[in-house]
């Protein structure tokens, strides 16, 4: 299975073209945030405010962070795919390499690309943030973030299977993967805020598993970045903020604590995980 | 006699399609060993069930004592196959290829290098090991396949058409390296081509048309029971030796300049030769090849 995992690894990193694509939406994201969304969010902040450009640098660390590994992993399974439409597994199967061995060395191996593509990004944003707002993520921070990054590439990675087992061709695999690219940015509430959508998409938003992992890195990035810019203020614009920005997320006046996003991701790794092997058990007594 | 594949009565159907159509036949020990038909004959289908991807309707198939069905990872770790397109990975050299997949076998370490060197050495893959699969010729992708096909040392190969698609030279060094590994290995080869030149080398060849055998034998065996010998003379006048030929009941056929004699008996030749003695320029005995044997069998040329 680890050997197999192995050769999964090295067939994705030799494709320098999947490497891209996969990296694709993520790229558009940091543009866009960079050449327009950024003054149009950022001048919603009061003038003169200290740290507001940090604050925002943060937040779209936060959600490319959230995404970078789902998109990843989608490039990663397109491994597995493109093994089925070029019918490369019919060698496999003419050896005694047991089928749950193949199907764990595909999952291992894009959760690994899906880590590696994160903690990449990670780096690059760190020194971006550095560069530009001189702030540092603390090493507790830093901590929780990769901690996160790994519980939400399995989450990620748990979905992006589930879509890929249906998948038996390259075309098909590249429009999905466009596809859901691009949603994945809205979805997640990452090109706009959560509240600048209409109640219908917020309620959404606020199921999709991506948003709850966007929160997530969100409370641990700003936190600090926001105590600092709401030094002072009353409570209320604070938490105007918070529920704009999707940092906080409230059913009605309900909040949603970080342990039942937590939670909430691994049902998600569990539910979506546990009905592709499902799907793939049957299918192949059929 | 050693059998080291039996199959049985074996049966595949798609709906109307008899694909494969209730096929006995066994494949001895070390012995080179061809299916021979059209294209569409149900030769892949059989080597499909064989190595254990598809499931036959009925029948039963045994490899070197394990039964299909029962099992199936003994018959995969004891046999190798070549599929008719490369199945190996475009990005990675063919070293990474062979090694990644020796290990599927459990290959590894000294083990796993040890047989790599083997097989490197069988198929002659030496010079571009450490080159992409997909940068490869036509020619190295087919020797690179073969040599990932006896990485686990296996006791019976399958090549489905192994040598299609490859110019004639490529074809021919391709096969010298089949023939060669199956003498010096003393390996069970069994092959589907519909090149007769390649059937003809085969120890045991089975036609096989529209799901069915047709018929079996060795190459000899098979052009001797069904193809004829012919007679060719170069004539001196037509009109003349028709005329004999005619007035003798001999049929023939011209053909650039030559009547052609098909023979029931290569001897019926002195009789025929005698009687047009006077009219003959130069005159050979062609004996009936594989390709002959086949039209009369299936009643079709084989490249369509």
């Not at chain 1, 909040?255 to 058990?281: D, E, K, R």
């Not at chain 2, 390296?177 to 090149?195: A, C, E, P, S, W």
């Not at chain 2, 009687?275 to 005995?285: A, Q, R, T």
């Amino acid at each position: 299975m680890i050997i197999f995992a192995l050769r999964n690894f090295k067939v994705f990193i030799r494709d320098r073209l999947a490497i891209f694509f996969s990296l694709l939406s993520v790229i558009i994201i940091f543009a866009l945030y960079t050449l327009f969304l950024n003054n149009a969010w950022s001048s919603a902040l009061p003038d003169g405010v200290e740290g507001g450009q940090a604050l925002m640098d943060g937040w779209l660390m936060a959600g490319i962070l959230a995404v970078v590994s789902f998109t990843t992993t989608m490039g990663a399974y397109g491994t597995m795919v493109d093994d089925k439409a070029k019918k490369i597994y019919k060698d496999f199967s003419s050896s005694p390499l047991k089928r749950t061995s193949l199907v764990g060395g595909y999952i291992i191996s894009s959760y690994i690309i899906g880590v590696i593509m994160s903690i990449i990004s990670l780096v690059f944003l760190y020194i971006y943030m550095m560069i530009r707002d001189g702030y540092f993520l603390g090493w507790l921070e830093t901590l929780q973030v990769f901690g996160l990054i790994l519980l939400v590439t399995l989450a990620n990675s748990a979905m992006v299977f589930f879509i890929t087992i249906f998948i038996k061709s390259n075309t098909a695999f590249g429009t999905v993967s466009t596809v859901v690219g691009t949603l994945m940015g809205f979805l997640a509430g990452i090109y706009m805020p959560i509240g600048n959508f209409p109640k219908f998409v917020q309620g959404v938003i606020k199921v999709f598993p991506v948003s709850h992992a966007a929160s997530l890195f969100r409370r641990v990035i700003m936190g600090d970045l926001v105590n600092k810019v709401f030094l002072g203020a009353p409570d209320i614009y604070r938490e105007d903020f918070l529920n704009i920005m999707g940092v906080d997320f409230a059913f009605g006046d309900f909040l949603i604590l970080p342990w039942m996003q937590i939670v909430y991701l691994i049902a998600t790794t569990l539910v979506f995980y546990g009905l592709s092997l499902l799907i793939v058990s049957l299918k192949k007594q059929s | 006699m050693d059998k080291i594949l039996e199959v049985e009565h074996l049966k595949k159907y798609y709906g109307q399609i008899k694909a494969v159509d209730d096929i006995s036949f066994y494949v001895e020990r070390g012995k080179l060993f061809a299916f021979l038909g059209p294209n569409g004959a149900g030769k892949s289908t059989t080597i499909d069930i064989i190595c254990t991807f598809l499931k036959p309707d009925s029948g039963s198939v045994s490899i070197d004592g394990h039964v299909l069905g029962k099992d199936d990872d003994a018959i995969r770790s004891s046999i190798g196959v070549v599929f008719q397109d490369g199945f190996l990975d475009d990005l990675l050299t063919v070293e990474e290829n062979i090694k990644y997949r020796g290990s599927f076998y459990g290959l590894k370490g000294k083990e796993l290098q040890d047989a790599f060197d083997r097989v490197v050495e069988a198929t002659g893959v030496k010079d571009f090991l450490k080159r992409q699969y997909k940068k490869l010729s036509g020619g190295q992708r087919r020797r690179s396949d073969i040599a990932r096909s006896l990485i686990h040392t296996p006791k019976i190969l399958f090549l489905d058409e192994p040598t299609t698609g490859l110019d004639p030279q490529t074809r021919k060094k391709v096969w010298e390296t089949i023939v060669k590994m199956q003498r010096d290995l003393g390996m069970t080869v069994f092959l589907t081509t519909h090149y007769m030149e390649e059937a003809t080398e085969a120890d045991y060849v089975i036609i096989i048309d529209n799901g069915k055998i047709a018929a079996r034998g060795t190459p000899y065996d098979l052009r001797k029971n069904y193809a004829n010998d012919s007679l060719r003379i170069e004539y001196r006048d037509l009109p003349t030796i028709e005329t004999i030929l005619k007035t003798n009941g001999i049929d023939c056929r011209i053909h650039n300049g030559e009547a052609i004699i098909p023979l029931k008996k290569t001897l019926d030749a002195l009789q025929i030769l005698d009687l047009c003695k006077g009219e003959i320029k130069s005159f050979e005995v062609l004996s009936g090849t594989l390709n002959d044997a086949f039209i009369n069998i299936t009643g079709k040329e084989i490249r369509e």
